[in-house]
């Protein structure tokens, strides 16, 4: 038992910093919120050939073959970083594809064949048998892409944008994600794979959990850089108990979602009974500190919180698309009370 | 990273398993007092009889220097089987001998550290005072040296077992000339000292193993002091921090299984309709699963740095958060016949309520455990 790092996910953890910071900053983030596509190709490209769509891959798959882990120590950084793009799609597509029977298809989305995310709307519904599709569905991040991952807990299917009606862009509440809205009339997947085969859905709800932990910690680290440095009274604001005791707080959250993220994606590489338990566990914990952190950043840097041109803003938008991705915490709390208790 | 145990920790654990399910008391535990006392002692005794004293002490002072992943099998195994996770022989395992292993002498380890393994003495804290509460550096409590021996005259408060214990760990002002953290002693005072007065405070929930300690010119061999004199304060703040890092583990595990007893409860009550009920206890389960794996990171950092550091107080702050929270959870559960402080299912966790006030206050508020996280993991002013 050991939850941390190694010294060669520390690599990972380092170099994925690294590049998000030198190439998608969060100025040319900025810069992508009015640009055609909220994909920068270059670092998309590099993100790519670092092998980040085909990391959690098996090795005869044409992956990198790390675990999940390995993955969340990635998503975490994107999280952070506010990168912008259909990274966690694309990755989970990979996965469908190559599960699912198509390596061609695999392939491609490991190279970085941009696949959307689908969020089936509440009376729409995924056939846990066939995986089709059927009813109201938004896009996130469907700019270039063909395919849009749509995931249900018992199965994940890979359908052609061209097979859905309506297609249409609306205005995203975060504007560094593109939005938009279609209907499918049952319609068949290219490719599926049920969760017997491989838990994609999970593998969702674990790796949008290391994101939004990302968000929790950036918040908090601004939060924390803020009231230290911003004099009030002839002191700093951060000795005051009540800009610094929701400083701690975001701390313990933060803190929270990471541990129980880890032990979520250890659970699910280890194959432990209890991996869905802690896979739903570390969504709630992890979009609770994201929402909540980046809510209390808002607050602790006053006016300047409330405006465009500081990031919290950007931060509690990206919380709540990130929140709704694979489950949202009304739906995962509803399923986590039916299950086993954790060994 | 990894969550799995080795084969060896998996042999461990079917021995503990094996060992306890043996071994535990099947009596009820005295409420209070030297029926309390000797029963806390005698489970301490037959668990030093069968090996399992000091998992995590190195060998050298009686323990049986195993790592610390052993001792969290340890906390998980003995948690299940329902035991207090606190009892009277905390402050000795898990402060009082930790800090002497850390910083007193050959020879007070040789007479001290056997006898709390053995189960022979109950230790208590004398920290707080009436006038050093959250801060504890102000603290007043008098200690002159004459001759060989320090005189203490003062008054400790919130000293849980003072009225059972043999010995304390002590804090006393040996300079009142020096800024407040300089000037304190840590000292190990005999609790049978003439000049010393133990009363009881009884409790919102109705124990009375609270007291209120006063000393009378009580004469302590210079012997006794831990470190060096005015040096206390160093001495002082590596106990808490072992409080603050794995002591808690058993209260911690026990969440875990409080919650799902109460989600039985529910269930057999037809409570599990009620849509409020369900998001309550889906949310408290995610949130105990978070604080166990907090644990196993806390654990998986001290095995690379032994001394347990701040992180440790934000494990204590979420605990107490949560368990006030789960506590209250379950009174609602019950409804009206949580009312009667009855000695049955329902009446006990009326109990646990009560006591669950506690948690927030006792081992540092929930408050100055914020303001260390803040200081020391976020570094932000003081």
Known sequence: MDLLPSSEQEEIISSAAQFLAATVPMLRTRELIDAPSNVDPKAWSSAAELGWFALGLPEDAAGVGCGLADETLVFREIGRALASGPFLSTTLAARVAAFGGDAELAAAAARGQRVALGLLGADASIDSASGAIDGDVQLVDAVDADLVLVAGPDVASLVAVGDLEGVESVECIDPTTRLSRATASRVRPVVSVSADVDPVYRRGVVLAAASLTGIAEATRDISAAHAASRFQFDRPIGVNQAIKHPCADMAVRAELAWAQTLFAALATDERRQDAEFHAIGAKVVAADAAERNAAATIQVLGGMGFTFEHDANLYIKRAHVLAHAFGDTRDALSRLIRLPAAV | ?382
């Open chain 2, 1 to 382: 990273m990894d969550l799995a145990f080795s084969a060896e920790d998996d042999e461990f654990r079917d021995e503990v398993r094996t060992w306890l399910a043996e071994n535990t008391p099947s009596e009820r535990r005295p409420r209070e007092g030297q029926a309390m006392r000797d029963y806390d002692l005698a489970w301490q005794r037959l668990q030093y009889d069968g090996g399992w004293a000091g998992i995590s002490w190195p060998v050298e002072f009686g323990g049986r220097g195993l790592a610390l992943t052993q001792q969290l099998i340890w906390f998980e195994e003995y948690a299940r089987t329902g035991m207090r996770g606190i009892d009277a022989r905390f402050v000795g395992l898990s402060h009082a001998g930790p800090t002497l292993i850390a910083r007193a002498t050959e020879e007070q380890r040789a007479f001290h550290l056997p006898k709390i393994l053995r189960g022979d003495v109950v230790w208590c804290q004398g920290f707080s005072e009436p006038e050093a509460g959250s801060d504890l550096a102000s603290l007043r409590t008098r200690a002159v040296v004459d001759g060989d021996e320090l005189v203490v005259t003062g008054q400790k408060i919130w000293t849980s077992f003072a009225d059972v214990a043999d010995y304390q760990e002590l804090l006393v002002r040996t300079d009142t000339e020096v800024p407040k953290h300089k000037g304190i002693t840590w000292v190990i005072c005999d609790m049978r000292s003439p000049g010393i007065d133990v009363r009881p405070i009884k409790t919102m929930e109705g124990g009375t193993d609270f007291c209120e300690v006063f000393y009378d010119e009580v004469r302590i061999p210079l012997a006794n002091v831990v470190g060096v004199i005015d040096n206390g304060w160093s001495v002082a703040m590596s106990t808490l921090s072992f409080e603050r890092g794995t002591a808690f583990t058993v209260d911690q595990v026990q969440l875990s299984s409080t919650v799902e007893r109460l989600i039985e409860i529910a269930r057999q009550r037809g409570l599990l309709d009620d849509d409020e009920i369900v998001r309550a206890f889906a949310q408290a389960r995610a949130d105990v699963a978070a604080l166990r794996a907090l644990t196993y990171v806390g654990i998986s950092r001290n095995r690379r740095a032994p001394v347990p550091g701040p992180e440790g107080s934000i494990i204590k702050l979420h605990w107490a958060d949560l368990s006030k929270r789960i506590a209250r959870l379950a009174v609602e559960i019950v409804g009206p016949r949580s009312l009667a402080l009855t000695d049955d299912d329902d009446g006990r966790w009326a109990d646990r309520y009560l006591a669950s006030f506690a948690h927030s206050i006792g081992g540092g508020t929930s408050e100055i455990q914020r303001n260390i996280i803040a200081e020391r993991v976020l570094a932000l002013p003081r």
